[in-house]
């Protein structure tokens, strides 16, 4: 079966406090669940009402994947960054699953631009150099410096 790898962008919602925290651990906790079982390796990254997102699997299934969150009302403004047939997988277990904040997150520093962190700004090379960063840090296992508690990788 040939693997797929797609990565893209989207915009959440705002979200502000207890509200804010229900919505990131929902969309973190369904997106472990469903791609875990649908053979959907990757990364999610849930950053200042961003995401950031690798999906691995089969074309179809990956395809399916995006024709759902292209659907949903949490995902605004949806931009598919790279598509791509690839022979192996950088995810090879998993999805990890991320919630940062830039503020805090050297990592993300570095890709701040005016007011803040916006990766729609970034140049492909610049959001390909972040991704590579997070693949690293999630492929070690480790949180994500500057997470706020619920970060955490289930790449393990």
Do not use: W
């Amino acid at each position: 079966m040939p693997l797929y790898r797609v990565s893209y962008l989207s915009r959440a919602p705002e979200t502000r406090g207890n509200i804010r925290e229900q919505f990131v651990a929902g969309i973190l906790s369904q997106a472990r669940a469903n791609n875990n079982e649908r053979g959907i390796t990757g990364m999610l990254v849930y950053a200042d009402d961003y995401f950031i997102q690798v999906i691995e699997g089969s074309r179809g299934v990956v395809s399916a994947l995006l024709g759902r969150i292209m659907a949903d009302e949490r995902h605004q403004s949806v931009n598919i960054v790279h598509a791509n047939p690839v022979s192996s997988r950088i995810f090879p277990q998993k999805m990890a699953c991320f919630d940062v904040m830039s503020k805090s997150t050297p990592l993300l520093q570095r890709y701040v631009v005016s007011d803040g962190f916006d990766p729609y700004q970034l140049s492909p090379q610049s959001l390909d150099e972040l991704v590579e960063g997070l693949v690293r840090v999630s492929k070690k296992g480790l949180p994500i410096p500057g997470s706020d508690g619920m970060s955490h990788s289930s790449a393990a």
